[in-house]
C-alpha cells in the first residue's frame, strides 16, 4: 500500500460545482496533514492545514478521519481559477519531511 | 523579491556531464529541501538541511551532492547525468517548528539527453 493514496484523476467539473478529493495515508503514526496545491508547471503551494475537527477556509473544507486514516477536500462553487493539481500530504511526528500523494488533477470548465 | 529562487529554470545537457542548480531562499527559514518530481509527479524528497547540516539523506545515488555554505542557500551539484535523472527539481524552505509549511521555487526542468 502506498503511503499516502489520492483518487485518480482528472476531475472535470462545470463551473459552480461542488467537488470532492479523498486521499488516505497508511502510517498510523501520521500527525500532521495538509493540502497543496500545484498549478500546471508550477511548483506547490500550501492550500490548507487538515485538523481533526475538520477546518473550513471560504470555498475549500478539509476533513480528517484519523480512524478510518483518511482526509478530504471539499471545494464548493468551482470557479475557472481552482483548476489545479491537489496534493494531500501528510507528515511523521517527530521526522521533519512530507510525504506527498501523487496529487488529483481538478479541471473546471465554463 | 522572490522568496526561494532556483537557477537555472530549464538545464538540458548530455548523459555523463555534470551539473549544478542553485537555490537560495530570502524568508530567513533555518531549513532548506530538494525534491524531485518525476514524469509521473510525484514529489519526492532528496535532502534536508537544517543551519547547514545535513538532516535527511533519502536514497538517492551518491552522483547527488548537496552544499549548503550558509542557511539561506542550498545547491545541488549531480556528477555524471544519466537519462533516468530527467526530473523537476524543486528546492523549498522552512523555520524550525513549521516544517509543513514549505515554500518552493519555481522548479528546475532537468532534461537528459
Known amino acids: 500500500r502506498k503511503e499516502v493514496e489520492q483518487d485518480p484523476g482528472p476531475f472535470n467539473v462545470p463551473e459552480g460545482a461542488t467537488v470532492a478529493f479523498n486521499c488516505t495515508y497508511s502510517?498510523?503514526?501520521?500527525?500532521?496533514f495538509f493540502w497543496y496545491r500545484q498549478d500546471c508547471r508550477k511548483e506547490p503551494k500550501l492550500l490548507m492545514s487538515?485538523?481533526?475537527s475538520g477546518n473550513e477556509d471560504g470555498r475549500f473544507t478539509a476533513q480528517l478521519n484519523r480512524a478510518s486514516q483518511y482526509i478530504s477536500l471539499l471545494i464548493r462553487d468551482s470557479k475557472l481559477s481552482d483548476s489545479a493539481t491537489y496534493l494531500c500530504?501528510?507528515?511523521?511526528?517527530?521526522?521533519?519531511?512530507?510525504?506527498f500523494g501523487k496529487g488529483t488533477m481538478l479541471l473546471v470548465s465554463p | 523579491d522572490t522568496a526561494v529562487s532556483q537557477t537555472p529554470k530549464y538545464l538540458v545537457t548530455q548523459m555523463g556531464n555534470d551539473k549544478s542548480i542553485k537555490c537560495e531562499q530570502n524568508?530567513?527559514?533555518?531549513?532548506m529541501y530538494w525534491y524531485k518530481q518525476d514524469s509521473k509527479k510525484f514529489l519526492k524528497i532528496m535532502f534536508s538541511?537544517?543551519?547547514?547540516?545535513?538532516?535527511i539523506n533519502e536514497t538517492v545515488p551518491n552522483r547527488f551532492s548537496p552544499k549548503s555554505p550558509d542557511k539561506a542557500h542550498l545547491n545541488l551539484h549531480i556528477n555524471s547525468l544519466e537519462l533516468g535523472d530527467s526530473a523537476v527539481y524543486f528546492c523549498?524552505?522552512?523555520?524550525?517548528?513549521?516544517?509543513?509549511?514549505?515554500?518552493f521555487g519555481s522548479g528546475t526542468q532537468l532534461s537528459v539527453l
Open positions: 523549498a524552505s522552512s523555520s524550525t517548528g513549521e516544517g509543513e509549511k514549505l515554500f
Open positions: 502510517n498510523s503514526a501520521s500527525q500532521s
Open positions: 487538515v485538523y481533526s
Open positions: 500530504v501528510v507528515n511523521l511526528s517527530g521526522y521533519s519531511t512530507l510525504t
Open positions: 524568508l530567513g527559514h533555518d531549513t
Open positions: 538541511y537544517n543551519n547547514k547540516e545535513l538532516i
